[in-house]
């Protein structure tokens, strides 16, 4: 990363957007205006976390997503001021959302951009007080501006990802982002309703000593996953499961380690989507020295067909995710 544009740890998200955008001549705007979009919604979300519980927005919603999960009142909140928020930026022309069915159209046929989002990742870690957080990834669309986005503006690989990012509303909220050149994460001060930077330059670990995943479903994983978690045991690792995908991968990102969610007799395809959650966080993870494999393929490269497709996700530090394809492939070899 380019020295002259090192920013000290307490600039604001504002100042380090329009730094950034200063380093690249043909820059717009607009992607700057996008990230403050998603930054100002982040705050409106966090303040209604952290006064669930004094407010009749805990539990369930009383309807089921595409997904067939029952929306938490939470996720309808967020799926809502987030969908609002990037309306009204006018920067966006199309969202994917988890908790929409289809692709929303904002009305906003000039706007370059497709957002796809996990308003509220972590649904069931919601009324327990435990981190949750908020995922995105966004596109430039294909298609001519002047009309609404198309299915292919938002069945893009993760490889054309312009910017992809993550809150994380934990013991602090955070914003995590990239936009291809290096990953910065910013802290809240609510006192003050910014966020300043915190973690300049992310990089993470080659290895580490935590795996996370949920070994509920051990016996229905496939045979590579089995022998990569009692070959964890076996070293002594840590087990980490907070069951809330950006708390994991956020620790792990920071401090070394893995998270699997694999293919299971539950989930034949694994849980997570590709579109708003995996490929954000591959984007992220690649970009701090890190991987992210369904297995056998660099989820990035992965060219999506539907919407809210699931794929098993293997993400962390280098080292840790070659051994578990190491292990998936001798599956294979074996099989
Ligand atoms: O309970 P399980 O099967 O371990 O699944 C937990 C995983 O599901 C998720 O909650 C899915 O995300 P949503 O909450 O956004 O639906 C992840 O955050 C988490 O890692
Ligand atoms: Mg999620
Ligand atoms: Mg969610």
């Known amino acids: 990363m380019n020295d002259?544009?090192?920013?000290?740890?307490?600039?604001?998200?504002?100042?380090?957007?329009m730094r950034k955008q200063e380093a690249f001549p043909y820059a717009t705007g607009e992607l700057s205006q996008l990230l403050r979009d998603i930054a100002l919604a982040a705050k409106i979300v966090n303040r209604e976390i952290n006064r669930a519980g004094l407010l009749d927005v805990t539990g369930a919603y009383g309807q089921q997503n595409v997904q067939g999960e029952d929306q938490q009142k939470l996720d309808v909140i967020a799926n809502i001021r987030f969908i609002r928020a990037l309306r009204n930026g006018g920067e966006v022309c199309t969202i994917i959302s988890e908790e929409e069915d289809d692709i929303i159209q904002t009305g906003n046929i000039g706007g370059k951009y497709?957002?796809?989002?996990?308003?509220?990742?972590?649904?069931?870690?919601?009324?327990?007080?435990?981190?949750?957080?908020?995922?995105?990834?966004?596109?430039?669309?294909?298609?001519?501006?002047?009309?609404?986005?198309?299915?292919?503006d938002c069945l893009q690989k993760g490889v054309r990802q312009v910017a992809?990012?993550?809150?994380?509303?934990?013991?602090?909220?955070?914003?995590?982002?990239?936009?291809?050149?290096?990953?910065?994460?910013?802290?809240?001060?609510?006192?003050?309703?910014?966020?300043?930077?915190?973690?300049?330059n992310i990089t993470s670990p080659e290895t580490?000593?935590?795996?996370?995943?949920?070994?509920?479903?051990?016996?229905?994983?496939?045979?590579?996953?089995?022998?990569?978690?009692?070959y964890c045991k076996e070293s002594g690792y840590s087990a980490r499961y907070i069951g809330s995908l950006v708390a994991d991968f956020h620790r792990n990102l920071l401090k070394g380690g893995i998270y699997i969610y694999p293919a299971t007799a539950k989930a034949p395809n694994g849980k997570l989507r590709l579109m708003y959650e995996c490929n954000a966080l591959a984007f992220i993870v690649e970009q701090a020295g890190g991987k992210a494999t369904n297995g056998y393929q660099r989820i990035m490269e992965m060219q999506p067909t539907e919407l809210h497709q699931r794929c098993p996700l293997i993400i962390g530090s280098t080292e840790m995710v070659d051994k578990v394809e190491e292990y998936l492939k001798s599956e294979v070899e074996v099989g």
Do not use: C
């Open 4 to 17: 002259k544009l090192a920013l000290p740890v307490g600039t604001t998200l504002d100042r380090f957007i």
């Open 114 to 152: 497709i957002v796809a989002i996990d308003p509220l990742d972590g649904s069931s870690n919601i009324d327990v007080n435990v981190s949750i957080g908020t995922i995105f990834s966004i596109y430039r669309r294909v298609s001519e501006q002047g009309a609404d986005g198309t299915m292919e």
């Open 164 to 200: 992809a990012g993550y809150v994380i509303y934990g013991s602090s909220t955070m914003m995590v982002y990239t936009t291809g050149h290096g990953v910065n994460g910013f802290t809240y001060d609510p006192s003050l309703g910014e966020f300043f930077l915190s973690h300049p």
């Open 208 to 230: 580490g000593s935590t795996y996370s995943i949920n070994e509920g479903s051990f016996n229905s994983f496939p045979e590579g996953v089995k022998q990569y978690v009692n």
